[in-house]
């Protein structure tokens, strides 16, 4: 197709949708709306769940009804993807990876998540320092188990990047240590 005639074609949609015929006007609505189809596909080309593939443990599988645990979160992460850690602020910009626990009364909470080794930077694109994981991520915590049939459950929710790819994508995923 003739660049004239698409241009034309921007202009008489730009004008249905009651925007002017501005040459400027027409040219950032046909970028936007490039650029959102172009995102939205990138997203729904990779699949979360084989970018990262998560673990959960305890830290000793040894323990008793009224004890404090250590509970393990793991993370593999696929090459050329970044997992944003848990312990920096997100005003704006990347997403920290949170842990949400679903108080049920078979546990509580006596430390919040920490975050094992991250790597740290500043990001170019948002001016703040960040930390975030290659390859392998872990982060503690530890609960007090009140009950015997205890059922320590939750969700992580994160934002995993490829920098190559220009990609990042939001995850969640629910955790579970059950007896």
Known sequence: MKKETLFAKAILITKEFGHSSNPMRVLATLLLLCSTCWFAQAQQDVDVNNVTKWQFKFANEQFNQ???VEIIFLATIEKGWSLYSSDFKADIGPQ???F???ENGSFAVTKAISAVSPLKKVD???GTQ???FTQKAEFRSKVRIDE???DVTGIIRGQLCNDK???CIPFQKTFHFIN
Do not use: R, S
Request: glycine fraction near 10%.
């Open 165 to 167: 790819k220009g990609v």
């Open 100 to 102: 949400e626990f679903a």
């Open 96 to 98: 920290p990876t949170e």
């Open 124 to 126: 170019k694109t948002w």
């Open 148 to 150: 015997i049939n205890y």
């Open 66 to 68: 009224g004890e404090e």
């Open 130 to 132: 960040i930390t975030y």
